[in-house]
C-alpha cells in the first residue's frame, strides 16, 4: 500500500507576487481524493498551484506536501509539429502507453494529428492523458491540474472523472476550475474569497451553495 | 530521460534534419563537379574533402544551433521547463537532457563526413591511408568536442533571452573563433596592445578545431601530445560554457 499523498498548508501561508493575494486564515489539510480550487478570476488559483509547485515561492509563512508532484500549468503546450501518440511514446512509462491510447481513443482524441492542428480541447486532452498516465504506482502522488475542464467536451470529461475515482486512494488531485453546472457535486473544496484562503469539506456541497460564498 | 527523448523525438518529427543528411551525402560529390577539379581530376579528392568537413561547419553551426535554441526557448515559454521542474527535474538536468537530444543528431552529422572522406577522398597510397583514418579520426573527436558546449549555451541563452539572442550570440562566437581570432592575430603581429592580446588569449579559438587544411594537405595526423594538449583546450572550454549555461539557464520563461 503506497504512502497517502498530503498537502498541508499552514496558518498565515501568504501567496501572491510583491504582494499577497491571499493567504491562509487556519491550517488546512488535503488527504488523496479530488479537491476542486475555487475563486473568481485574479484571485490567486493559479499562484497557489504554483506555489504549490515550488515554481513560486511564497510571501510568508510554509506548506508542506508529500507525494510525487506535478504541476500541470493551463498554458503548457508541445511542438506544434509532435502528434500526441509521439508525445507520449517519448514521455510516458512503456506498460502506460497502452491504456494511455487506449483512453485517448475513447474520447476522440486523434493522436497521430500534429498538436499545432489539434483543437485547444484535444490538447487538453493530451495533457491530461500525459500528467495521469506519468503517476508513479508505488507512492502517492500530488496532481495540481490549472483549469484542466476549459475547452473540453462533457464526454471527455465525464471519462477523465472516472479516472479519478478509479486511482483517488493514492492521488491527491487539485483542481482549478469554473464549474459550468450548478449541480455539480463539490465534496471538497478549497476556496479563494477576500484574500483569504479557505477549505470547505462537506459531501453534500455542490457548486452552486459554493458559488453564492464566491459571490 | 524523458525530456531527452521529448527533445530526440521532437526534432526527428521537425524533419529539417533530411536536409542536412542529404546536403553531407550529396554535396561532397556534386561540389566537385562544379568546381575547377572537373578538368583537374586530382583535384576531386581534395575538394571532395572541403566539401564533405564544410557542409558539416554549415550544418552544425545554422541547423545545430539554431536547433538549439529553438529547443531551449520552446520549454521556458511554454510551461515544459515548468512543468518538467515540478515533477523534480532539475535545471541543470534539463538542460543536460536537451542538450543530450540535440547532440544525439549531431554525432552522425560528424560520421557522415568522415565516412565520406574515407571511402570517397581517400590516398591510395597505403601509408597515407592509415594516416588518413587517423586525421579523420581526430577531426571527428575535436569537432564534437568544440561543438558540444556550443549548443549548450545556445539552449541556455534562448531559455533566457529568446531563440534569436541564443543562435545569433553563438553562431558570432563560433565565427568569430573559426576567423575573427586569426584576424586579431594578424593585427598583433603589426602592433603589440595589451588589451588586445588579452581579449586574443581569452578567445575561444575554434580555428583550431578547424582541421580541413589538414586533410586537404595531406598533412598527416597531429602528433600525440599536440592533439591532446587541443583535448584538454576544448575540453576546458568545454567546462567553461557549460557553467555559464547553467548561470543561464531558465526552465521557465522570464515574462
Same mark, same amino acid.
Given at each position: 500500500?503506497p504512502?497517502s499523498?498530503?498537502?498541508i498548508?499552514?496558518?498565515?501561508?501568504a501567496?501572491?507576487?510583491k504582494?499577497?493575494l491571499?493567504?491562509t486564515?487556519?491550517?488546512i489539510?488535503l488527504g488523496?481524493g479530488t479537491?476542486?480550487?475555487l475563486a473568481?478570476?485574479?484571485?490567486?488559483?493559479?499562484?497557489?498551484?504554483?506555489?504549490?509547485?515550488?515554481?513560486l515561492r511564497?510571501?510568508?509563512?510554509s506548506?508542506q506536501?508529500?507525494?510525487a508532484?506535478?504541476y =500541470?500549468?493551463e498554458d503548457?503546450?508541445?511542438?506544434d509539429?509532435?502528434?500526441p501518440?509521439?508525445?507520449?511514446?517519448a514521455l510516458?512509462?512503456?506498460?502506460?502507453?497502452g491504456?494511455?491510447?487506449?483512453?485517448?481513443?475513447s474520447i476522440e482524441?486523434?493522436?497521430?494529428?500534429?498538436?499545432?492542428?489539434l483543437?485547444?480541447?484535444?490538447?487538453?486532452?493530451t495533457? =491530461?492523458?500525459?500528467v495521469?498516465f506519468?503517476?508513479r504506482?508505488?507512492q502517492g502522488?500530488?496532481?495540481l491540474?490549472?483549469?484542466?475542464?476549459?475547452?473540453?467536451?462533457?464526454?471527455a470529461?465525464?471519462?477523465?472523472?472516472?479516472?479519478?475515482e478509479?486511482?483517488q486512494d493514492n492521488?491527491?488531485?487539485?483542481?482549478?476550475?469554473?464549474?459550468d453546472?450548478?449541480?455539480?457535486n463539490?465534496?471538497s473544496?478549497?476556496?479563494?474569497q477576500?484574500s483569504?484562503?479557505?477549505f470547505?469539506d462537506?459531501?453534500s456541497q455542490?457548486w452552486?451553495?459554493?458559488?453564492?460564498?464566491l459571490? | 530521460?524523458?525530456l531527452?527523448?521529448?527533445?530526440?523525438a521532437t526534432i526527428f518529427?521537425? #524533419?529539417?534534419?533530411?536536409?542536412?543528411v542529404?546536403a553531407?551525402l550529396?554535396?561532397p560529390?556534386?561540389?566537385?563537379? *562544379?568546381?575547377?577539379? &572537373?578538368?583537374?581530376p586530382?583535384?576531386?579528392?581534395?575538394a571532395?574533402?572541403?566539401?564533405?568537413?564544410?557542409?558539416?561547419?554549415?550544418?552544425?553551426?545554422f541547423?545545430?544551433?539554431f536547433?538549439?535554441?529553438? &529547443?531551449g /526557448?520552446? +520549454?521556458?515559454r511554454?510551461?515544459l521547463?515548468?512543468?518538467f521542474?515540478?515533477?523534480?527535474m532539475s535545471?541543470t538536468? &534539463?538542460?543536460? /537532457?536537451?542538450?543530450?537530444?540535440?547532440? @544525439?543528431y549531431? @554525432?552522425?552529422f560528424?560520421? $557522415?563526413?568522415?565516412?565520406v572522406?574515407?571511402?570517397?577522398?581517400?590516398p591510395?597510397?597505403a601509408?597515407?591511408?592509415?594516416?588518413?583514418?587517423?586525421? +579523420?579520426?581526430? %577531426?571527428?573527436? $575535436?569537432?564534437l568536442?568544440a561543438l558540444?558546449?556550443?549548443?549548450a549555451l545556445?539552449?541556455?541563452?534562448a531559455?533566457r533571452?529568446g531563440a534569436?539572442a541564443?543562435?545569433s550570440?553563438? *553562431?558570432?562566437l563560433s565565427?568569430?573563433?573559426? %576567423?575573427?581570432?586569426? %584576424?586579431?592575430e594578424n593585427?598583433?603581429?603589426?602592433?603589440? +596592445?595589451?588589451?588586445?592580446e588579452?581579449?586574443?588569449?581569452?578567445?575561444?579559438?575554434?580555428? *583550431?578545431?578547424e582541421?580541413t587544411p589538414? *586533410?586537404?594537405y #595531406?598533412?598527416?595526423?597531429i602528433?600525440?601530445?599536440?592533439f591532446?594538449?587541443l583535448v584538454? %583546450?576544448?575540453?576546458a @572550454?568545454l567546462?567553461a560554457?557549460?557553467?555559464?549555461?547553467?548561470?543561464?539557464?531558465?526552465s521557465k520563461?522570464?515574462?
Amino acid at each position: 500500500m503506497p504512502p497517502s499523498p498530503e498537502i498541508i498548508l499552514n496558518r498565515e501561508l501568504a501567496i501572491g507576487y510583491k504582494h499577497p493575494l491571499a493567504v491562509t486564515a487556519g491550517d488546512i489539510r488535503l488527504g488523496s481524493g479530488t479537491h476542486f480550487l475555487l475563486a473568481r478570476n485574479g484571485r490567486g488559483k493559479t499562484t497557489l498551484l504554483r506555489t504549490l509547485a515550488r515554481t513560486l515561492r511564497p510571501l510568508a509563512g510554509s506548506f508542506q506536501t508529500c507525494g510525487a508532484l506535478q504541476y =500541470l500549468p493551463e498554458d503548457v503546450r508541445f511542438d506544434d509539429e509532435m502528434a500526441p501518440a509521439t508525445i507520449f511514446r517519448a514521455l510516458l512509462p512503456r506498460q502506460r502507453l497502452g491504456p494511455a491510447l487506449e483512453l485517448a481513443k475513447s474520447i476522440e482524441l486523434d493522436v497521430h494529428k500534429n498538436y499545432g492542428q489539434l483543437s485547444t480541447g484535444n490538447r487538453r486532452k493530451t495533457n =491530461l492523458i500525459l500528467v495521469e498516465f506519468s503517476l508513479r504506482e508505488n507512492q502517492g502522488n500530488i496532481l495540481l491540474l490549472d483549469e484542466p475542464f476549459s475547452g473540453l467536451d462533457a464526454h471527455a470529461r465525464a471519462a477523465f472523472e472516472v479516472l479519478w475515482e478509479n486511482s483517488q486512494d493514492n492521488v491527491l488531485r487539485l483542481v482549478s476550475c469554473h464549474p459550468d453546472y450548478d449541480s455539480m457535486n463539490m465534496p471538497s473544496a478549497v476556496l479563494i474569497q477576500n484574500s483569504a484562503i479557505s477549505f470547505l469539506d462537506d459531501p453534500s456541497q455542490t457548486w452552486s451553495g459554493l458559488k453564492t460564498q464566491l459571490n | 530521460m524523458r525530456l531527452f527523448r521529448l527533445t530526440a523525438a521532437t526534432i526527428f518529427r521537425r #524533419k529539417a534534419w533530411v536536409i542536412c543528411v542529404f546536403a553531407l551525402l550529396a554535396m561532397p560529390f556534386l561540389l566537385p563537379t *562544379l568546381s575547377s577539379a &572537373q578538368e583537374k581530376p586530382v583535384l576531386i579528392q581534395p575538394a571532395r574533402v572541403l566539401a564533405a568537413w564544410g557542409t558539416l561547419w554549415v550544418s552544425a553551426l545554422f541547423w545545430g544551433l539554431f536547433t538549439a535554441a529553438r &529547443q531551449g /526557448e520552446t +520549454n521556458a515559454r511554454f510551461g515544459l521547463g515548468d512543468y518538467f521542474l515540478t515533477t523534480g527535474m532539475s535545471g541543470t538536468r &534539463q538542460l543536460f /537532457e536537451m542538450w543530450l537530444g540535440v547532440f @544525439i543528431y549531431l @554525432i552522425p552529422f560528424t560520421l $557522415i563526413a568522415a565516412t565520406v572522406c574515407l571511402l570517397g577522398a581517400s590516398p591510395a597510397d597505403a601509408s597515407e591511408r592509415s594516416m588518413w583514418w587517423l586525421s +579523420n579520426g581526430q %577531426y571527428v573527436i $575535436i569537432f564534437l568536442l568544440a561543438l558540444a558546449p556550443l549548443l549548450a549555451l545556445a539552449i541556455a541563452l534562448a531559455s533566457r533571452f529568446g531563440a534569436v539572442a541564443g543562435f545569433s550570440v553563438t *553562431l558570432v562566437l563560433s565565427v568569430y573563433g573559426l %576567423y575573427g581570432v586569426g %584576424y586579431l592575430e594578424n593585427m598583433l603581429s603589426q602592433e603589440t +596592445n595589451p588589451l588586445l592580446e588579452a581579449v586574443w588569449l581569452a578567445s575561444p579559438h575554434y580555428h *583550431l578545431a578547424e582541421l580541413t587544411p589538414r *586533410l586537404y594537405y #595531406k598533412l598527416g595526423a597531429i602528433p600525440a601530445g599536440s592533439f591532446v594538449g587541443l583535448v584538454v %583546450y576544448f575540453g576546458a @572550454i568545454l567546462l567553461a560554457y557549460a557553467g555559464l549555461a547553467r548561470l543561464c539557464f531558465r526552465s521557465k520563461s522570464l515574462a
